[in-house]
């Protein structure tokens, strides 16, 4: 079965500092990577996708992260983090096959950055 | 255009009763996903639905259930509701099946199961 693993689950930054959030998943064959992110208030909004190509995907806001295939991760960064940067962000995968829209969501990182 | 509707967005129900939540996608948009969001498990899938079937399920028991209309519009169904049940439960539609078609997320029902 699927899963996927976010390992910090709480992260406080200064604005400013450099952001990497971790998620790797477990599925063996080939799989789509999303990040979501929740603003406080706000509904589930989309980040960024990977489904193939370049290893290295642009999303909103300055976001990007990097598909490791070797190292089943996809993880989330942004060099310089603001105060409006603030929300809970989630990994999410989806198995490539089958055309369905089922997502696997990890737990969560809660981030919160002090101005 | 508007964003995916929910209703109600806040709901109070016992132990034993059973409860229907609703789902309005965005225009034009003919899938639907419904997951749940608690603080211990996350979010989870229960179920998707396109052109009325219900194309994938979650790990749910079955007093989880839902169905999807003709106008693609949706609703899910809890019956003999139990204290675990309660959560936020989000509703995402998407233009198309197929994870290429971005799935938009409503702002959720919050159920409290007292």
């Known amino acids: 079965a699927q899963s996927v693993s976010q390992h910090n689950h709480h992260v406080i930054l200064s604005e400013a500092a450099s952001l990497e959030l971790g998620c790797n998943y477990s599925y063996g064959g080939t799989v789509n990577l999303f990040w979501y992110v929740q603003y406080p208030g706000q509904h589930l909004q989309l980040l960024l996708k990977?489904?193939?190509?370049?290893?290295l995907v642009k999303g909103i806001k300055g976001f990007e992260a990097e598909f490791i295939k070797s190292k089943f991760s996809f993880n989330l960064r942004k060099p310089s983090v603001q105060w409006s940067d603030t929300a809970e962000y989630f990994c999410?995968?989806?198995?490539?096959?089958?055309?369905?829209?089922?997502?696997?969501f990890g737990a969560g990182t809660r981030l919160a950055v002090h101005p | 255009k508007a964003g995916v509707t929910q209703t109600p967005r806040y709901l109070i129900k016992t132990r034993g009763q059973q409860v229907t939540l609703s789902c309005s996608p965005i225009s034009g948009h003919r899938s639907v996903s419904w997951y749940q969001q608690t603080p211990g498990q996350g979010l989870q899938f229960l179920f998707e639905?396109?052109?009325?079937?219900?194309?994938n399920k979650g790990n749910f028991p079955g007093r989880f259930s839902g169905r999807q209309f003709s106008n693609s519009r949706s609703e899910m169904n809890v019956s003999t509701l139990e204290l675990g049940d309660s959560a936020l439960y989000l509703c995402?539609?998407?233009?198309?099946?197929?994870?290429?078609?971005?799935?938009?997320f409503g702002p959720g029902t919050r159920l409290t199961v007292t």
């Open positions: 995402a539609s998407s233009l198309d099946l197929g994870v290429a078609y971005e799935q938009y």
């Open positions: 999410a995968v989806n198995a490539a096959a089958g055309g369905y829209n089922k997502l696997i």
């Open positions: 990977y489904f193939s190509g370049d290893p």
């Open positions: 639905y396109f052109s009325e079937t219900q194309r």
